[in-house]
């Protein structure tokens, strides 16, 4: 009847149980196993797997004193391998200290790589989130805006049953909220349906913002504008202005200002009924060929997009003629993929205001790519010093196999000590991630709290990393070191120069590596300041601009001007449609010498007689505006780029045709040098200015250009504005702030290259530091009869140098095509770039031979100037 | 010497060490105590139970017999000293002197 219990369970609880209780519990689990074998074999098995599961405990584990072997020889491994550390501190310091900044630049990249994913998954329903697009396609040029037909919210939620819930938001141009004397500016809102709170999380901490209201709007304001509006009153139920927009309004609800990571943290959004806004908009939010809203859509559970768009077509002919269809092909963004996929969209000018500006998603890849590089370069570090170390390890191999240690004995002994090395590097890693995570999150303009530095994903990562790096790189050293031939031990000191092919290809790849990211983060600096250097052909300093965002600003515009320009703090004062570096789309009409034939795309600015002197731009040819408004409207101003590309030769003078919704005849009277409002990335395009009192456009700004004094000219500003419009307060901005936008993004990217590029550096450096010093002692005898021989020190440094001079010169080459297609390829976004010039290249080069021979030397010089007698001596 | 403290389980297994005497090993405390308290109980609860109360000096043990049964593996079996009456005295009689103190309450209605 003596049925035996399950094998493993025994076998487990043989081997960690104390010797002292092993009967015990072993005879009586045995007999609970029989007992219940009669009644179910299998039940009993189960239970006994399980009792002795529970008996897993620390009171009944045997200790780690126990003689067992492989705790015997781990422990060996490791009192061996402090022992080496305290003798060879240099070269584990090196090895230790290099593995520990890759880690830690591996890591901080990852955190980095991770948090740009993340944008926007903070929303619970995330998944199931998409931003409608909107693509069109008009004379071969195909764009695809964020902002869709204003009315396509409901039809989507009417047409589809896939779709849960649709909301559409919509952003108007200046705003900002006025409760009482308390009054803001802020852009950062939207208009939008209710269903928004059912898509987008909203953490609300007062009132509600599904409840009724009266009237067309209802206020719902994060915790900020809040406190800042109302202080400690209660903001529920009050009510507040929309200067220029809305008068009396009800606040409804008080939310959490949203998190960082989210790429839309509106201040405040304003619950619409967009069936009863005012006549004229009422159309336009009804009109299916309009473009104006921001539109998502919530998808069912296990539904999704690609169903939606098989129908799409049927939906296209309902609601849009033929032509029509072209402008508004809609397609579906995961809220996800916005953060990463977006910067190649269209802009409208309509867009609500991005927290969290769209990153470039090849730059993520560059930068975790850079990252994977430089725990790359420390691997290879680890394995070559380790190697050479492992060569010099004969009189322990050999004792170790005469013993009887075994090949799989001594590799196995390698991965001990490559874990310990790793692991030291590992906890170094992490203390330099709490301690410099603040600099790191100020580098890359992120929000991120250190607990999330550690969160399970990336923890799985570091895992990976680990396991990875430390299998990789001791095979290497543990062949080296079990290959050793025991007969050495007899001779002392002797050195086998196995593997020098491998190393010193290992070292070429390290030093490749190095070099792209030096000559990489070189152009990348040259390109950024040729871009924020660059003649813009405007002057961009102390340049305030005043929005236009009322009806009576813009009636009294020549008064504002007059009274802005009377004070002395004030250079000059301007009026125009568009200021540089805001994100409003520039109005494009086509000009032509013939009326209909050759249509030229232009550029157009609205520009009064002061404009071209605010802004410093020059004139080439011909005049300016004259300021009388009856003279000046069939006048336009162009820039040489017009000039050029309508051929002309003459061009004061002549009279070109402009195809706005109609078209105008208008004389050229002077031409501009070219400027540059946009970013450099987009070409130069032709541009034409016509004064204020023109057929085509509207003014839209003021621009003041102050002496430096700026609070003055900030308060004179405000007072003239409400002298003229005491119901809108003044919207002043700087304009370098506005600027600097298009190329901050690009900035903290090229911070976040340059110190991976220098710690890469260093970490080559340790590496080659730590290669030299074996050298060095390894030649020591060398040097010692080639001195009694009567050898210079000079020869002898040459002697040494030489060898790494070539791996140099190697690596050099292997790099330089590497680095040159690549970075031609990023250059190839900007429309004006620096040349890629061979001495980016030499420079690059110069560097790490620089950096290289500093480290060769300061240790070879040592061994060159040493005394024959004490090295000779040297056993 | 300090007074020895004796858990709640702790003090089942000794009651029950000395109510089995002389037969008490775990496989016969287990079953008696499933019986008695009417559930599971694990074994390697009691094998620990079992190990405080000798560490404590509640219980002493010796093994027994080599036999066909379990393998051929010895059974420890365990009795209780005169400290661990004396602590399940004490036990007992702080119960009563504190139980005897309820007043009459009726819970009837």
């Known amino acids: 009847m003596n049925a035996l219990p399950p094998k493993y369970p025994l076998r487990f609880l043989r081997w960690f149980c104390r010797e002292e209780f092993l009967e015990e519990m072993e005879g009586d689990l045995v007999e609970l196993f029989e007992m219940r074998y009669i009644n179910s074999p299998k039940k009993a098995q189960r239970l006994f797997w399980w009792d002795v599961l529970r008996s897993f405990r620390l009171v009944n584990i045997r200790s780690l004193k126990l003689n067992n072997w492989t705790m015997n020889s781990l422990r060996n491994y490791i009192k061996i391998y402090f022992r080496r550390f305290r003798k060879e501190t240099t070269h584990y310091l090196v090895n230790t200290l290099g593995l520990a900044m890759g880690f830690a630049v591996l890591f901080f990249i990852l955190i980095y790589s991770y948090d740009e994913h993340h944008i926007d998954s903070i929303h619970e329903k995330s998944d199931r989130i998409y931003r409608v697009l909107e693509t069109s396609e008009s004379e071969g040029e195909i764009n695809t805006y964020t902002i869709t037909a204003n009315p396509l919210a409901g039809g989507l939620k009417e047409e589809f049953p896939e779709i849960e819930e649709t909301a559409r938001m919509v952003y108007m141009g200046s705003g900002g909220l006025r409760y009482g004397e308390n009054e803001f500016q802020d852009r950062n809102y939207v208009f939008a349906g209710v269903q928004l709170f059912n898509i987008l999380d909203f953490e609300i901490t007062k009132g509600n913002p599904y409840q009724d209201f009266d009237g067309m709007v209802g206020v719902t304001l994060n915790e900020t504008c809040a406190k800042k509006l109302f202080g400690d009153e209660n903001p529920i139920g009050k009510l507040v202005d929309l200067p220029g927009k809305v008068d009396g309004a009800e606040v409804i609800a008080v939310y959490k200002d949203l998190p960082a990571n989210v790429t839309y943290q509106f201040n405040m959004v304003f619950v619409t009924h967009f069936d009863q806004v005012p006549m004229g908009y009422a159309q336009w939010f009804e009109d299916w060929n309009s473009r104006g809203a921001t539109t998502w859509a919530l998808f069912k559970e296990n539904t999704s997009p690609e169903s939606v768009m098989e129908k799409r077509q049927a939906f296209m002919d309902k609601y849009y003629t033929e032509e029509q269809q072209k402008e508004h092909a ?8 916005m953060h990463l996929e977006s910067s190649s969209l269209a802009q409208t000018g309509g867009e609500p205001l991005l927290s969290v500006q ?39 191999a050999g004792i170790r196999k005469i013993n009887g240690a075994t090949m799989a004995q001594l590799r196995f002994q390698l991965f001990v000590e490559t874990f310990m090395t790793l692991l030291i590097a590992y906890i ?13 999150l100020d580098l890359t303009q992120k929000q991120i709290p250190v607990a999330e530095f550690f969160n399970s994903e990336l923890l799985s990562f570091h895992l990976m990393a680990f396991v990875a790096i430390w299998i990789l790189s001791s095979l290497v050293p543990a062949l080296y070191y079990s290959k050793l031939n025991k007969t050495l031990v007899i001779k002392k000191n002797a050195f086998s120069g196995k593997g020098d092919v491998l190393r010193k290809s290992f070292m070429v790849v390290q030093y490749g590596i190095s070099l792209c990211l030096i000559i990489g983060s070189i152009m990348l600096y040259r390109q950024l300041n040729y871009v924020q250097s660059k003649d813009l052909g405007f002057v961009n300093e102390h340049l305030l ?10 009636d009294h515009a020549n008064n504002i001007i007059h009274d802005l320009q009377m004070d002395a703090n004030v250079m000059n004062a301007s009026v125009s449609s568009r200021v540089p570096g805001e994100w409003k789309y520039m109005p494009t009409f086509n000009i032509s010498l013939n009326k209909a034939e050759n249509l030229i795309p232009t550029k157009h600015f609205v520009a009064d007689q002061y404009w071209l002197d605010t802004y410093g731009m020059q004139l080439k040819a011909g005049k300016n505006f004259s300021g009388v408004p009856s003279a000046d409207t069939l006048k336009i101003v162009v820039n040489e780029k017009a000039v050029q590309s309508m051929g002309l030769e003459d061009p004061i003078g002549k009279s070109i045709w402009i195809t706005a ?7 050229i009277i002077g031409v501009v040098k070219d400027f540059h409002f946009t970013s450099l990335r987009e070409p130069l395009m032709p541009m034409i200015l016509t004064s204020p009192n023109n057929p085509l456009f509207p003014i839209d700004y003021f621009t003041i250009k102050s002496n430096g004094n700026t609070a003055e000219v900030l308060d004179l500003i405000e007072t003239v504005q409400k002298r003229y419009d005491p119901e809108t307060p003044a919207e002043i901005n700087f304009l370098d702030e506005r600027w600097e936008r298009y190329y901050k993004a690009d900035l903290n990217r090229s911070y976040l290259i340059l110190v991976a590029t220098i710690i890469s550096i260093i970490i080559s450096a340790f590496g080659l530091f730590g290669l030299i010093n074996f050298t060095a ?35 050099l080459i292997l790099a330089v095509p590497v680095a040159y297609l690549i970075l031609n390829n990023w250059l190839a976004g900007y429309a004006y770039r620096v040349d890629l010039s061979v001495w980016v290249f030499g420079l690059g080069f110069i560097l790490v031979v620089g950096i290289s021979l500093i480290t060769v030397i300061s240790r070879v010089y040592r061994l060159a100037k040493s005394n024959p007698v004490n090295s000779l001596r040297y056993e | 010497m300090k007074e020895q403290s004796l858990g709640e389980f702790e003090e089942l297994v000794l009651l029950m060490v000395a109510a089995l005497h002389d037969e008490a090993y775990g496989v016969t405390i ?9 559930k599971k109980v694990n074994i390697s609860a009691i094998h620990v139970a079992l190990k405080r109360l000798e560490n404590k000096g509640f219980v002493t043990s010796r093994f027994g017999g080599i036999t066909s049964d379990r393998g051929g593996r010895r059974k420890k079996f365990y009795v209780i000293t005169s400290i661990g009456k004396q602590a399940l005295d004490a036990h007992y009689q702080v119960r009563t002197s504190i139980y005897q103190q309820i007043p009459n309450i009726s819970f009837n209605s």
Request: hydrophobic share 50%.
């Open chain 1, 330 to 337: 809609f397609s579906f963004q995961l809220i996800t993929d």
């Open chain 1, 358 to 396: 769209y990153a470039n998603k090849d730059f993520v890849l560059i930068i975790t790519l850079i990252g994977f590089l430089v725990i790359t370069i420390a691997s290879l570090n680890y394995i070559n010093l380790s190697s050479v170390q492992a060569l010099k390890r004969n009189l322990e």
């Open chain 1, 428 to 440: 170094i890693a992490l203390v330099l991630l709490v301690l410099l995570h603040q600099p790191f």
């Open chain 1, 545 to 554: 601009t005043l929005d236009i965002n009322s009806r009576a600003a813009r």
């Open chain 1, 661 to 667: 919704d109609s078209t105008y005849k208008m004389q």
């Open chain 1, 777 to 811: 002692e390894r030649k020591t005898k060398e040097v010692g009869i080639r001195k009694v021989l009567g050898a210079s020190t000079q020869s002898i440094l040459q002697v040494v140098l030489k060898e790494y001079a070539i791996l140099l010169l190697i690596a």
């Open chain 2, 30 to 38: 287990l079953e008696n105590l499933e019986s008695k308290l009417n």
